[in-house]
Structure formats: structure tokens, C-alpha cells
């Protein structure tokens, strides 16, 4: 096989994946949502035209940030994975920003990604979208990527290349929904804050995600799914018709919201280990 009939494998792969989100992004914006949801200009015009206020602001990174998420795809997903790592949904320092999941800004840069990020019209007075030019850290993402690089940067083989080229030649890091999700006061909200008044669009939302992340485990194949919080691993572990047949896993979630940032690490490690995440070829 020559490199560029291999590139074009790699990269009609990747596309395979590019696609299965796109459709999910599409039906999500077909979900029923109440009067109070917004998700673009007009309709937030609509609600202030009509004397009301939102109730729930819902960004689209993987819309906006399309080209950019696509080159991360084309530089890391070239092909089936053995692990994958599977989050919640944007934050605002993060994959809000530049549709990388888990993406805190400095771990983002040193990818060295290439594409244009078109920012949304602001949705919320207080939620900011400035792609890479944001300056916050995502600390949840942080706290992911650095713990990998700490257990990769020990293995004395292939020490010159850098830790996340060794991560993804058989991991890959993704997340279960694609939306921003905003309350009237700007606060974040995860799939799983999603309640009372918010219950049956969670329930719409889950549906569409779920289907859409089966179709994306059949294309990846991975041997081994870590859910990073109880939230997704739940999920999937009564819903997942592909987990119920591999090795699902649960990962303390590296928020502070759900965990000490002292003990997230070694229970995180010792899970990493334990079931030999990371291999000795990497």
C-alpha cells in the first residue's frame, strides 16, 4: 500500500467518525425544546421580542469550531482504538472554546492543530467564546493530561516522542454530548444537572447521544471504554448494547465538583494500571 492511498484510509476513517457527529449535532437541533431554550440569535431575539428571558443557552462547539475539531480527528483518529476515554460535554474553558474534548488551552496548543474557529454570536452576557486566544485553563482537562503525560513520560522506550503521540496510537478521547449547556445565570450545566424542568429534554438528548455513540463504538472498536464520571458510565452500562460485550470501565471524573484532587490521581492511576491501559509498546 503507498503512504498516500494510506493517508486517504486514515483519512476517510476519520471521516467516517466526522459524520456520525454531524448527524448527531443535526438531530439534537431538531429535539423539542420548550420556549425558554435557545440556541441561536433568533430565537433569542424571539423570546426578548416577546417580553420573556432564557431559561437554558445551548452552544454547538462542534458546529463553530468545526474545522478546527476536524484537524484533531485527522491528527489522532486514523484508525480503530483499543481504549477510549469517554467525557460528559464542554466546559467553558475548554472544549467550548475549540470543540477539542477535555481541551484545556495549553494541552490544546501543544497539539499543534491547525483551523479556523468561527466565533458564535454570544448566546449569554457572560459566556465568551474567543477560540485560542482564551486564556483560562480547563482544570478538569488539565488534570486529565497531565496525569497522562506522568504515567507515559515514566516509560523508558520512545523518549523522544512526546506524550500525547504515544496516548493516541491507542487511545483516543471523545465525549458522550457535544452541547454547551448554560442556565439564565450562565452556569454550566452537565447532562447530568439536567432536572426537573429540564428532564425531557435530557431525555431526548440522551436518546439521540446514545445512538450516535453506538454507531461510533462499532466504527472505533475499542477493546476497553472508560467512562470518565459515574454519569456516563451509568449510561452505558444499562444502555450500551456494544459496552455490555467489552470491558466498560469507571474513571473518577477529575473535577473538583466530584472528587478530591488528591485522591483523583492514585485511584486514577491504580484503575489505569490495574487493567494495563496503557501498553508496554507505547
Known amino acids: 500500500m503507498t503512504a498516500n492511498h494510506e493517508r486517504r484510509s486514515e483519512n476517510a476513517f476519520c471521516m467516517q467518525f466526522h459524520e456520525l457527529e454531524k448527524e448527531l449535532n ?8 420548550p420556549a425558554g431554550y435557545v440556541s441561536t440569535p433568533e430565537e433569542l431575539q ?57 481541551g484545556n488551552m495549553s494541552t490544546v496548543r501543544r497539539m499543534g492543530l491547525q483551523g479556523e474557529i468561527k466565533i458564535p454570536p454570544q448566546l449569554h452576557p457572560d459566556i465568551h467564546i474567543e477560540g485560542m486566544t482564551w486564556q483560562k485553563e480547563e482544570q ?25 503521540d504515544k496516548l493516541f496510537k491507542e487511545c483516543f478521547v471523545h465525549n458522550f454530548c457535544p452541547l454547551g449547556l448554560y442556565d439564565a445565570n450562565g452556569k454550566y450545566l452537565s447532562p447530568d444537572d439536567l432536572k426537573g424542568e429540564y428532564k425531557d429534554y435530557k431525555k431526548q438528548m440522551e436518546k439521540e447521544c446514545l445512538e ?25 452500562e444499562k444502555n ?43
Open 240 to 282: 450500551s448494547a456494544y459496552c455490555k460485550n467489552h470491558h466498560l470501565l469507571k474513571m473518577l471524573h477529575p473535577s473538583t465538583r466530584s472528587c478530591s484532587r488528591s485522591t483523583w490521581k492514585e485511584e486514577s492511576k491504580e484503575l489505569l494500571g490495574i487493567y494495563k491501559i496503557f501498553s508496554e509498546n507505547l
Open 140 to 164: 478538569s482537562g488539565k488534570r486529565l493530561w497531565q496525569l497522562f503525560e506522568e504515567i507515559l513520560s515514566v516509560n523508558p522506550s520512545n523518549e523522544s516522542e512526546d506524550f500525547l
Open 212 to 236: 450516535i455513540l453506538e454507531k461510533q463504538l462499532e466504527l472505533l472498536q475499542p477493546e476497553i471504554v472508560i467512562a470518565v464520571g459515574a454519569y456516563v458510565h451509568n449510561l452505558l
Open 46 to 102: 424571539n423570546l426578548k421580542s416577546a417580553g420573556k428571558s432564557a431559561q437554558m443557552h445551548i452552544y454547538y462547539p462542534l458546529e463553530y469550531a468545526a474545522d478546527y475539531h476536524l484537524s484533531y480527528l485527522r491528527k489522532y483518529l486514523n484508525g480503530p482504538k483499543r481504549v477510549l476515554f469517554i467525557g460528559m460535554n464542554p466546559s467553558t474553558n475548554g472544549m467550548l472554546q475549540h470543540g477539542i474534548p477535555f
Open 26 to 33: 443535526g438531530k439534537l437541533r431538531l429535539i423539542d425544546k
